[in-house]
Structure formats: structure tokens, C-alpha cells
């Protein structure tokens, strides 16, 4: 067995006869132009996936092709799709279209670009390998948005910060002469669904991955990943001119400082022509920045901007920063600090911004900069990784925390301004947009340590392409291409998957808890964390709970961080009553014997939400019971064992957490609870 190696392009056979029949015609012959490197890895695909569906060998010619993949510009004027087709797509759309019988021809993929027909050709066979009918097929699409990133957190020293599957897959070591098999297959998988970039190191980063021997290795991966569309971008820590570069300050304004960077650029596009550009966090948890200067954030962003504008680069500026005096409210840190900022950066700079405003917790109200900074690009950060979630051994399905985040309403330009329209740039014409995933990728077998957090990559970048995608959809997806495409296999999966991102918001932090975790690390309770370096980064300091209740009070009697929303969100989330019970205890310092919506009180409603995650993993727990008939033995066994990891891990969280707050809360537990024994 693979272990599930081979993620979602498994390319299982089609047992079905008549089905096998109807796609062994379509495949028999396939006219494709290999003269480009992108079209040669098609050729490649092909060939891998219907040997593997279909046993099938197809022959590639001009002769009476049954399937024809060509750019637009090449095609014969009798099969050119109609000019407003070709017009709705962009360079990396396609169109692909079952063909009327007259031509040889019967399936038709086209696209204006290679990297489009590349597309086009992982959507064609994600349909046969979800056992679709193609007698009518007609898709036609495009991203939504144009950088489409991964996120490594991966230090030259192969660890990675925040992974749970493994060390860096990136073999600094071996590289530039190995150019191992994973980095193709990593390249295949991230093309299969669309990603286009993949920044290689850590945030908190090391200049050494700008020096001349670490460049070489970083050429060797832009050049194995290029026919597959993938840009290589790198992080650049603020200080690297004084670290590798000799000189005595990293000031952005000094003349010195600004040569080293155009230098620094020229001599990473020299090896690399389509190198992405630069990340940077900066000025935030110790990292170096512009502040150390007193400087801004603008004055250091747009200084790399304009070393990387000549060779078309871009720079991505984070905005996860807080002060290192003591803290106002964590939460409105980012806004105050990036807000009045807007439209004073470079056109080839975005500020990447994390989905919530304090940590990438299992459930937070989407970032108050979206909608907030209309003149300036902001790119969205995922985290796939779940620092905050489980580690590697909870299941849960994040495109669900993802969807939700998209949808949610800035309220920016009227009703309707979701966080989808704002990262895609629909709202304000914006052209350069941008998205970004921490990935949860390193050297497991099967390459994300949970079987089920593969979904999560998959998730992550269907919704890159399409923010708009529902996570219903992502999920069917998945476990069809994953596992099985039997309906007795993908409807109950597909619940469990849609229904265990609330578990374990239910059994961590719900009705608004966050940041409770186990110090450092983020794994398991803690909500009893305080007296730390830092006020932010104990527990106390969010959950507040005393005697007369318990939740962080961000309305105007508070930190006001709610001010940083529009008036709608405002107004009603200031009123307790009208706020979102999820985000209860996020906005409102809460009394325990307050009655929520069903008139039960606070503390029985946070009982309830508790065992109800607990409840909910049994209930996966019997559900992948039944699933032994769909899936390979080692997934099966080895999801098994993590599932019942998961199980304790969430009495445990109940426990810990509903112990520690009564007493505070001095009430009885409700009988719901099992008592200890
Ligand atoms: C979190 C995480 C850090 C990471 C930081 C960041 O705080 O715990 O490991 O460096 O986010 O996003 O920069």
C-alpha cells in the first residue's frame, strides 16, 4: 500500500465496464503540442492516469485525435470556442467541451496558456476519476485570484516551525544536484488544484537563504517546478544586509541599504527570471523590521517593492504584528497599526493578513482589516497547519473554517462586501490579489502525517482558485479522487468531514473562548496559563473569567476593539442579545447564570457545547467504523488510532476546561456530564 502517498491523484481503476468503455474511446488517441516543457508534464499525466484508470496506453498524434488539447491561438477555425467564451476566461482559465460528432475529435480542452491547458487537463481528469458522465461536458473556468501560495515554515535546518508531519520535504543538503521525486509529485498535486506559487522558508526567517550557495538551491527547485506553473518565492529577513551583506544598518531609507536590495534582486533574477518575490514578517514577536529604524512599514516594504518592481516581483508585507509594550487589546493591534497606511504602499506590494486578528484559533470573527484598507491589496493567510487545532491528530475538515471566514460580511461597500470579494479584489477593482496557506506539508509518507489533513492542502487550494467554492463541494471532492466515489462511502464521509470543524470548536473554545491552549506548543487545554513573558500570550488574559462571569469585553465598555468593524457589525454585536452566540464570549464579558437563546443559562449552554464535542467525535468514531469496506487497510487502521487520540483529547479538554472555570462559575455540572470516577 502507498499510505497515501499519491494524495488525491490516486488514478484508481474504473471498475464500472460500460463507464471504463465510455472513457477508453474519449482517451484512445490525444493530439497535444509537447514541444513546451508544461506540455511534455501533460503528456506525462495523461499517460499516468490512464494507465492507471483504464489500463490504457493513449496514442498520442494529429491522426483523428479523440481528445485535443490546444491553446486557443492553435486551434483549427472550425472547433475556436465562440468569442465570449474566450473572453471569459483569463490566462489561466480553460474551457473544456464534449464536441459535436462531426469532427474526430469528441473532448476538447483549450486555454490561452500552457499552465491554462494544464489546468484544464487536471479538471478533465479529476471527471473520470469522479466517474462523471462526459457526454456533455461543458466547464469553463478561471481563478478567482491571481497568487495562489503556499507558506512553508520551514528553517534551513529542515524543522518546521508549527509542522506535525515530519521535517522540511526541501533536502537543502542534496539540493542543487537531487532533484528528488517528491518535488515533482508535490509540484503535480499543488498544480492539480491550482496553486502557483510556494514561498519555501520559514517567516521567522534566516538571511542565509539569500546567500549565493542557498540560491543555487533554490534555482533547482524554481527550475523543477516551472513546468507545472509554480513560482518560487522566498522570506527576506529584514536585517540580511547587515547579517550577510557587511554593512552596519538595515535602515530602509539608507542609500546602502536600498543598493544592497536592488543588488540582492538582480542577482536572485539572474538565476531565476521568474522568481516570485519576497514575504516578510517584520517588527512582530522579535523579528527585525523598519520600526527598529523608526521607520514604517511602508517605508520598508516599499523598499524591497521597489528592488523586485524591475523584474515584475512582488512583495508580501504581513500584517500579524503586535506590540512589545504592554498590550492594548491584541486584537485591534494590526488595524491600528496598518489602517492609516492605505494606498501609501507600492502597486507590487500586498499586506498579507491572518483570517482573524488574533491567531489562526479554531474559530475567530473574520480580521478587521478586510474592508479596512480599500486602497491597498490584502491577501488572505490561512493556516492549514493546526497549530491550534489538534496537531496531526485531530480530524478536522478546515475548508469549512475557511468558508465560513470568506463569507462573513465586511459590510465595506454595502451588504454583500464578503471577505471572498475583498481578497479576490471584485469589490474594488483591485488587480493584484492574493492568498495564502501555511501548509501542513513535510516528509511523512503520505506527506501531512493525518490522512484527512491531505484534505485540508486539497481544501485549501480549490478555495485559492475559487473562493466562492462550497466546502461541501471540496469535501465530496476529495473523498472521491481520495478514496472512494461509492455514494455509501461519500455521503456519511462527507458529514463527518462538514461536521468536524464544529467538534472541536465545541470541545476547545466555543461560544467564543479562544487562545486557551497548552503553553508554547498550542496542543491540549490551558486555559489556567498566565504569569508568562507576555500578558497576550497567557490564556487568563482572553477568557477573563472571575466570579461574576467570563469572555473578553471588546464593545465600548471594553477594548472596543468591535469599533474596528463597520457600523452594522457594530451595532450589533455591541448588544449582547444581538450578538452571534459563536461569538459570545469573543465580544462580551458574559454572567454565568446569563440565559442564552434556548433560556438556559451560560454555564449549562458551556457544559452543553462541551460534551457536544465530545459527543460529535463518538460520532465519527462509529461513522469510520463503517467505512472499513472503502478504504486501504493502513488509512483505515492508522485514522482509527488517531480518532480514538482524538476522543480522549477531548474529555480531556472538556474536563480540564469546565473544572478549571467553576471555580469561578460555583455551579453544579449539568447530569449531561459524566462524573469522574
Ligand atoms: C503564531 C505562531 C508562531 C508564528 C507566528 C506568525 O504566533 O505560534 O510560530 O511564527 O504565528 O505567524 O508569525
Known amino acids: ?22 472513457y477508453s474511446e474519449l482517451n484512445e488517441a490525444i493530439s497535444l503540442d509537447t514541444t513546451s516543457s508544461t506540455g511534455k508534464v501533460i503528456q506525462k499525466e495523461l499517460k499516468l492516469a490512464m494507465q492507471g484508470m483504464l489500463s490504457q496506453k493513449p496514442q498520442f498524434s494529429e491522426e483523428n485525435p479523440t481528445l485535443l488539447i490546444r491553446k486557443v491561438a492553435d486551434l483549427p477555425k ?15 482559465g480553460f474551457s473544456i467541451q464534449t464536441i459535436p460528432s462531426k469532427s474526430t475529435a469528441k473532448i476538447l480542452i483549450t486555454a490561452k496558456t500552457d ?41 534551513l535546518d529542515r524543522t518546521i516551525e508549527r509542522g506535525y508531519a515530519g521535517f522540511s520535504i526541501w533536502d537543502w543538503h542534496l539540493l542543487p544536484n537531487l532533484i528528488k521525486q517528491e518535488y515533482i509529485d508535490y509540484a503535480r498535486a499543488n498544480a492539480s488544484i491550482g496553486i502557483n506559487g510556494t514561498v519555501l522558508t520559514n517567516v521567522n526567517a534566516s538571511a542565509y537563504i539569500l546567500q549565493k550557495n542557498y540560491l543555487e538551491k533554490v534555482k533547482a527547485l524554481a527550475d523543477a517546478f516551472r513546468p507545472y506553473g509554480i513560482q518560487v518565492y522566498l522570506t527576506a529577513r529584514f536585517s540580511a544586509p547587515i547579517e550577510i551583506g557587511g554593512l552596519e544598518t538595515a535602515d530602509p531609507l539608507n542609500e546602502e541599504v536600498r543598493q544592497w536590495w536592488k543588488d540582492k534582486a538582480t542577482e536572485i533574477y539572474a538565476e531565476i527570471p521568474d522568481f516570485g518575490g519576497f514575504l516578510v514578517k517584520a517588527n512582530s514577536e522579535g523579528q527585525p523590521g523598519p520600526n527598529n529604524y523608526n521607520r514604517s512599514h511602508v517605508d520598508g516594504a516599499n523598499m524591497l517593492a521597489e528592488a523586485v518592481a524591475p523584474h515584475d516581483g512582488i512583495v508580501m508585507w504581513r500584517a500579524f504584528v503586535y506590540s512589545d509594550e504592554k498590550p492594548d487589546d491584541r486584537a485591534k493591534q494590526a488595524y491600528t497599526e496598518f489602517v492609516p497606511f492605505d494606498g501609501t504602499f507600492k502597486d507590487n506590494v500586498l499586506v498579507q493578513v491572518k483570517n482573524g486578528a488574533i491567531d489562526f484559533q479554531p474559530r475567530e470573527p473574520f480580521h478587521p482589516l478586510f474592508g479596512a484598507m480599500p486602497e491597498t491589496p490584502l491577501m488572505m493567510e490561512f493556516q492549514i497547519t493546526q497549530e491550534y487545532l489538534g496537531g496531526m491528530s485531530h480530524l478536522v475538515f478546515l475548508p469549512k473554517l475557511f468558508e465560513e471566514t470568506l463569507q462573513e460580511d465586511t459590510f465595506s461597500q454595502g451588504k454583500g462586501s464578503t ?28 506527506w501531512t502525517g493525518h490522512p484527512f489533513a491531505q ?19 471540496i469535501a465530496q471532492e476529495w473523498l472521491g479522487m481520495t478514496f472512494s466515489t461509492d455514494p455509501a462511502f461519500v455521503k456519511p464521509m462527507t458529514s463527518l468531514l462538514l461536521d468536524s470543524r464544529e467538534a472541536v470548536v465545541d470541545y476547545m473554545t466555543p461560544l467564543g473562548l479562544h487562545h486557551m491552549m497548552a503553553e508554547g506548543h498550542h496542543q491540549g487545554p490551558g486555559p489556567w496559563v498566565k504569569d508568562l513573558g507576555r500578558e497576550d500570550w497567557t490564556s487568563v488574559y482572553y477568557h477573563k473569567a472571575d466570579s461574576l462571569g467570563i469572555g473578553f469585553d471588546r464593545t465600548a465598555t471594553g ?26 464570549l469573543w465580544f462580551h464579558h458574559v454572567p454565568w447564570g446569563y440565559k442564552l437563546k434556548n433560556g438556559k443559562t451560560l454555564w449549562y449552554n458551556l457544559a452543553r457545547h462541551y460534551q457536544d464535542g465530545v459527543l460529535e467525535v463518538e460520532k465519527m468514531i462509529n461513522t469510520w467504523e463503517q467505512m472499513k469496506p472503502y478504504v486501504d487497510e493502513i488509512a483505515y487502521k492508522k485514522t482509527e488510532m488517531l480518532l480514538s487520540i482524538q476522543l480522549e483529547e477531548a474529555q480531556w479538554w472538556r474536563d480540564s476546561c469546565l473544572l478549571y472555570f467553576q471555580q469561578f462559575s460555583k455551579m453544579e455540572l449539568p447530569d449531561f456530564i459524566p462524573k469522574a470516577p
Request: charged share 25%.
Open 559 to 584: 477594548s472596543d476593539a468591535l469599533s474596528q468593524y463597520a457600523p452594522e457589525i457594530e451595532k450589533a454585536y455591541s448588544n449582547i442579545e444581538t450578538t452571534p452566540e459563536k461569538y459570545l
Open 78 to 92: 472550425n472547433l475556436k470556442p465562440k468569442q465570449n467564451l474566450i473572453d471569459s476566461i483569463n490566462d489561466e
Open 455 to 473: 484534505a485540508n492542502w486539497y481544501g485549501f487550494g480549490r478555495l485559492a482558485w475559487n473562493p466562492e467554492l462550497k466546502a461541501k463541494t
Open 419 to 446: 471577505v471572498a470579494k475583498v481578497v479576490a479584489g471584485s469589490l474594488t477593482d483591485t488587480q493584484l490579489t492574493g492568498i495564502a496557506g501555511v501548509s501542513n506539508i513535510g516528509n511523512a509518507r503520505n
Open 115 to 155: 499552465q491554462g491547458l494544464l489546468y484544464g487537463v487536471f479538471t478533465y481528469l479529476k471527471q473520470l476519476q469522479l466517474h462523471k458522465d462526459l457526454t456533455e461536458l461543458s466547464i469553463t473556468d478561471s481563478p478567482k485570484i491571481k497568487k495562489r501560495l503556499l507558506n512553508h515554515w520551514d528553517n
Open 1 to 22: 500500500a502507498q499510505d497515501g502517498y499519491k494524495l488525491w491523484l490516486q488514478y484508481k481503476t474504473v471498475d464500472d465496464a460500460k463507464l471504463r468503455q465510455h
